[in-house]
């Protein structure tokens, strides 16, 4: 290969190139890269002769990739992964002393019920890094990885990219949430006559709960769907309302009213909680060291990664 090409290049060019192909919209690429707009267009512009191809054209509010473009950033985003691994390499990392920023995807119940005692022993070990976490279920996972909102997601996940990885944290039982007063554990006829409550991010009313029934012949009723796990305790309270949720999540929101908690009286398989990242962070000695502290602060067992 003719290296040459390379010293005609930038390098800040090429990963504004690869936003643009994530976000077709320049505004979106400055506010996702802390540019202003007229920068991004002025990039575009660069890029745009370097490659001699339009790029994009505008096809409503939305820039549509050429075939150029989509040739080119099959050859350039691996190059880039690259490099940021090689880059990486050749930094220490010093939590007590690094200024970092870092980027988590949480589903809600991993967010209310694990981040707690990870954050508090963030601030001993590393008290100047910055975390943003993101809302991140399973079939938000794969875009925010590839967009680079976020570098490691925790939640139950389904299909992920080529390029992702995968490490089981901890296997989930299903438990179920009431606050009565009632003494006797819950029937199956009961707990299919109860209202119960669905926590779900998208306004859902049907969950794993309601497909185990399902497949027994049986059903219940969702009389309210809300979006976190932290409003059960206002919900539930001084009502004959049910709720399912994970048990790591049960065990966090027993201290807050009079709650608890018992088994699902069907079975249920039990879900599984991965760490998912993607290969290119492998090596980076940062991104190593906060994947090792979520696992050990939100996993609870052994597991290795896929």
């Known amino acids: 290969m003719n290296r040459n090409e390379l010293r005609k290049s930038d390098i800040n060019l090429m990963v504004i190139f690869e936003a643009l192909m994530q976000e077709q919209n320049v505004t979106r690429v400055a506010e996702k890269m802390y540019l202003g707009q007229p920068t991004v267009s002025t990039a575009l512009g660069r890029l745009r002769t370097l490659f001699n191809d339009p790029l994009f054209v505008r096809v409503g509010h939305r820039m549509e990739p050429t075939r150029r473009a989509e040739e080119i950033i099959r050859h350039l985003s691996p190059a880039l992964d690259a490099m940021a691994t090689a880059l990486s ?3 220490q990392f010093d939590p007590l002393e690094s200024c970092l920023t870092f980027k988590i995807g949480l589903s809600d119940d991993v967010e209310f019920a694990l981040l707690p005692p990870f954050l508090a022993a963030l ?3 590393a008290p100047n890094v910055v975390v943003i976490i993101q809302h991140a279920d399973y ?5 925010l990885l590839a967009s680079g909102d976020i570098t490691v997601g925790i939640t139950e996940t389904r299909e992920l990219p080529a390029n992702a990885k995968r490490k089981l944290l901890r296997r989930v039982e299903p438990r179920i949430l009431r ?7 819950l029937t199956l006829d009961e707990f ?9 991010y998208t306004a859902n009313i049907h969950g794993i709960v309601d497909e185990c029934l399902a497949k027994i012949g049986r059903d219940r009723k969702v009389v309210l769907s809300i979006p976190q796990f932290s ?3 206002a919900a539930l309270n001084a009502t004959n309302l049910l709720a399912s949720c994970p048990d790591y999540a049960a065990k966090a929101l027993l201290g807050w009213g009079n709650l608890r908690d018992e088994p699902c009286p069907f079975e249920v398989p039990a879900q599984e909680l991965s760490m998912v990242w993607l290969s290119l962070t492998d090596n980076d000695p940062a991104e190593r060291w906060l994947r090792t502290r979520l696992e050990q602060h939100m996993g609870n067992l ?3 990664a896929a």
């Open 179 to 185: 606050a009565d007063n009632a003494d006797a554990p």
């Open 192 to 200: 299919c006559t109860r209202p119960h409550v669905q926590v779900s």
């Open 302 to 304: 052994a597991a290795t």
């Open 231 to 233: 409003s059960l305790p």
């Open 123 to 125: 601030r001993d070990e």
């Open 139 to 143: 079939w938000r996972i794969p875009d």
């Open 89 to 91: 390499l050749a930094h």
